[in-house]
């Protein structure tokens, strides 16, 4: 419609673009997810059906955007990191926020009845989204450090208080006094003595929330027609939660010049899920391409 009297308007939208060169961390959250998880009955403190649920809207988050290198999340919350340089949608600020909230949203409603297939939803879940530009690997580690003892520290809190609530016939209020001013020791200590629960040993998607990343997927097909020794790796690789070495591939004995070939063709990196660590260095230095990467 240019050229009409009324098309100066659109003057008025104002460009919006993101510091070039920064790294732009969006974080999503549900929102009054109090409310929602109440009324949808959710296990507490954890459901783990939700969390599943929220791994895979993220993951079709990332796959649907290649430029997300990184994912965290726990509770009702994802948080993203966009590399470096990206110049998706021109970096303008307003276009990736709500581009990526609103697919991670309608992707949670999407496949909700995968993992809630007996309780139908009763009212339509939303997310809020913010973005945050950070100038330096550092502040970006220590984002991931906070999300991850965030994390922990609720956790922790939410365990021994549904202990005392939902075992030892605690009303909330006194399960909120039990616990005021305790420190973290004397928390695995009342799990321990009074409900023989050994903190440490609970899921670690609970205790760390979920990492997801782009990692090296062999591919089924050649890995079960070729070698037990990479068969037993691949899975090794899904259950330990590492990165798989590419090189692994290349040196491994009995694999012709063709196999190899085949193997580069079908080897892709898929998003993974993952309950590690990402508070350590050791996380950051054993995948240098998050942070360096182009
Ligand atoms: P907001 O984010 O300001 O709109 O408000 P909320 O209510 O979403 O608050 P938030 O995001 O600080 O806290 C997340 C809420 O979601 C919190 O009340 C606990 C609940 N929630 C998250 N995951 C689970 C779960 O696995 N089980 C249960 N029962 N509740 C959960
Ligand atoms: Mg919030
Ligand atoms: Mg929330
Ligand atoms: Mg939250």
Do not use: C
Request: proline share 5%; aromatic share 12%; no cysteine.
């Amino acid at each position: 419609m240019a050229g009409t009297k009324y098309a100066y308007v659109k003057n008025f939208e104002l460009p919006d673009p993101l510091l070039p060169n920064t790294f732009i961390v969006l974080r999503v959250d549900g929102h009054a997810f109090h409310r929602f998880t109440d009324t949808h009955t959710f296990a507490k403190p954890n459901d783990e059906r939700g969390l599943l649920l929220m791994d895979h809207a993220a993951r079709a988050v990332m796959e649907e955007y290649k430029d997300i290198v990184l994912g965290f999340g726990e509770s009702d919350e994802f948080s993203f990191l966009l590399r470096r340089s990206t110049s998706m949608y021109n970096r303008r600020e307003s276009k990736i926020l709500t581009t990526l909230v609103s697919h991670f949203t309608a992707f949670y409603i999407f496949y909700w009845s995968t993992y809630f297939p007996d309780t139908p939803l009763q009212y339509p879940p939303t997310f809020d989204g913010r973005l945050v530009l950070y100038p330096s690997q550092k502040e970006v580690k220590d984002y991931f450090a906070w999300r991850q003892a965030d994390t922990h520290i609720n956790n922790l809190y939410n365990t021994v208080f549904w202990a005392l609530v939902q075992q030892g016939g605690q009303t909330t209020t006194e399960a909120h006094a039990t616990l005021r001013g305790t420190i973290s020791s004397q928390k695995h200590e009342i799990l321990f003595t009074r409900f023989g629960v050994n903190y440490n040993a609970l899921p670690s998607r609970y205790r760390k929330g979920s990492v997801l990343l782009r990692e090296i997927d062999l591919g089924t097909e050649f890995v079960s027609h070729h070698s037990p020794l990479l068969e037993n790796a691949h899975v090794a690789v899904n259950n330990s939660e590492n990165t798989f070495p590419l090189d692994l591939v290349a040196d491994s004995p009995g694999l012709g010049e063709t196999n190899f070939r085949a193997t580069k063709k079908r080897r892709k990196a898929v998003v993974q899920v993952l309950h590690d660590d990402i508070i350590s260095d050791e996380f950051w230095e054993k995948r240098p391409m998050l942070l360096n990467g182009e």
